[in-house]
T-cell receptor, first 113, second 116 residues
Framework: GDSVTQMEGPVTLSEEACLTINCTYTATGYPSLFWYVQYPGEGLQLLLKATKADDKGSNKGFEATYRKETTSFHLEKGSVQVSDSAVYFCALGGTGGGNKLTFGTGTQLKVEL | NAGVMQNPRHLVRRRGQEARLRCSPMKGHSHVYWYRQLPEEGLKFMVYLQKENIIDESGMPKERFSAEFPKEGPSILRIQQVVRGDSAAYFC??????????????FGPGTRLLVL
């Protein structure tokens, strides 16, 4: 079945450091890939998505590229801020819409001054 | 355009009681999904519904849990005879039926259930 593997956290960085959170997946067919962010006590917010191979999703300085050959969708940001501290979830969804999302276990990011 | 709404935000129940969680999807969205997040874990799919139909309930526990999405009103996740292991955050998400955004699910703030 479908699965998502994320690097374990917590990840602790200093402000303005570079961020990479690894995500790899196993899926049949050609899923869409997503990154969601969860701030303490809140629901999940869509951060970015990519729907086909070689697509790059980007938002708020975060980027991720859909790599079919390595089945990966790593999240990157060149310079993190304290306000980026949150839990980040990688997820995959079925093609054609209307399908469940399969989530990774989440990676907690802490950014310090 | 209001987002996905869930209520209550926090719910406390004693073992053996019933819990009812409500979800109103975003305007124009006809697909609703329920997920459960146990402490320190990711989200696990429970059920996917369209109006008056359960499409996929492969993630629902076989007993005590049920879900509905009536023609009028919010979607309801119902847990009968709650046990301590049901304590978790329950998230609802919605997506549109068609269009370029149909694969994207938008999440509500969640209901945090605590069973004493």
């Amino acid at each position: 079945g479908d699965s998502v593997t994320q690097m374990e956290g917590p990840v602790t960085l200093s402000e303005e450091a570079c961020l990479t959170i690894n995500c790899t997946y196993t899926a049949t067919g050609y899923p869409s890939l997503f990154w969601y962010v969860q701030y303490p006590g809140e629901g999940l917010q869509l951060l970015l998505k990519a729907t086909k191979a070689d697509d790059k999703g980007s938002n708020k300085g975060f980027e991720a590229t859909y790599r079919k050959e390595t089945t990966s969708f790593h999240l990157e940001k060149g310079s993190v801020q304290v306000s980026d501290s949150a839990v980040y979830f990688c997820a995959l969804g079925g093609t054609g819409g209307g399908n469940k999302l399969t989530f990774g276990t989440g990676t907690q990011l802490k950014v310090e001054l | 355009n209001a987002g996905v709404m869930q209520n209550p935000r926090h719910l406390v129940r004693r073992r053996g009681q019933e819990a009812r969680l409500r979800c109103s999807p975003m305007k124009g969205h006809s697909h609703v999904y329920w997920y459960r997040q146990l402490p320190e874990e990711g989200l696990k799919f429970m059920v996917y519904l369209q109006k008056e139909n359960i499409i996929d309930e492969s993630g629902m526990p076989k007993e005590r849990f049920s879900a509905e999405f009536p023609k009028e009103g919010p979607s309801i996740l119902r847990i009968q005879q709650v046990v301590r292991g049901d304590s978790a955050a329950y998230f609802c998400a919605s997506s549109p039926y068609s269009g370029g955004d149909r694969e994207t699910q938008y999440f509500g703030p969640g209901t945090r259930l605590l069973v004493l």
